[in-house]
């Protein structure tokens, strides 16, 4: 026996998909933030200070440089075994 349909919803259509088109990297104009930076004289020192190499400094101390001297100093006396009699001041 074949039964009628009597309660049949209609459904709606699904929406439909449209593609957002994006915009290609060559149509934006690019923009470059730039910044400047000034490094105080003191600043450029310890830098040059820090980077320079042991030969250096061993020149620079035998010129009278009092900092490399110390800088020296403070090597030979980290180079010094614990315990040492020794005292290095600097």
Do not use: C, W, Y
Request: charge should be positive; hydrophobic fraction near 35%.
């Amino acid at each position: 026996m074949i039964n009628a349909v009597v309660n049949a919803t209609q459904t709606q259509p699904a929406a439909q998909f449209t593609p957002v088109k994006k915009e290609s990297p060559q149509s934006k104009p690019k923009t470059t933030a730039t910044d400047t930076v000034q490094i105080s004289s003191a600043s450029k020192a310890a830098m040059q200070e820090a980077t320079e190499t042991s030969a250096q400094t061993a020149q620079e101390a035998s010129s009278g440089d009092l900092q490399a001297q110390l800088k020296l100093a403070r090597q030979a006396a980290a180079k010094m075994p614990t315990g040492s009699s020794h005292s290095v001041k600097a």
